[in-house]
């Protein structure tokens, strides 16, 4: 088996690395990440205090309660693999894999 590879117009060869794994015990929830990724790739949500993960309510009101922020990653199949999330994450949370075809 090979790495999936892409031929860019200047004759380079570029193997994609797609999100694996975020480290949730790493990460800040600083939400710099789901800022760059334009594929609706991670969605940032609550952990308690009993280590449950919590939806973050969209409207503002702060109804829920939890001891932090962390990244996860909702839609995985939406990775095109440009790493960009990896390259501004200051805790370094991610770990990225190329695809064996």
């Known amino acids: 088996m090979a790495d999936?590879?892409?031929?860019?117009?200047?004759g380079?060869?570029?193997?994609?690395q797609f999100v694996a794994?975020?480290?949730?015990e790493k990460c800040i929830g600083c939400a710099r990440c789901v800022r760059v990724?334009?594929?609706d790739v991670l969605e940032l949500v609550g952990v308690n205090e009993d280590g449950d993960v919590i939806?973050?309510?969209?409207?503002?009101?702060?109804?829920?309660?939890?001891?932090k922020k962390v990244m996860t990653i909702a839609h995985k199949e939406n990775?095109?693999?440009?790493q960009a999330?990896?390259?501004v994450c200051p805790?370094?949370?991610y770990t990225h894999e190329a695809v064996q075809v």
């Open 4 to 10: 999936f590879s892409v031929t860019l117009p200047s």
């Open 12 to 16: 380079e060869i570029w193997v994609p």
């Open 21 to 24: 794994d975020l480290n949730q």
């Open 37 to 39: 990724c334009a594929r």
């Open 55 to 67: 939806h973050i309510d969209p409207d503002g009101d702060d109804d829920e309660e939890y001891e």
């Open 79 to 82: 990775c095109v693999g440009c």
């Open 85 to 87: 999330c990896s390259k």
């Open 91 to 93: 805790k370094k949370c």
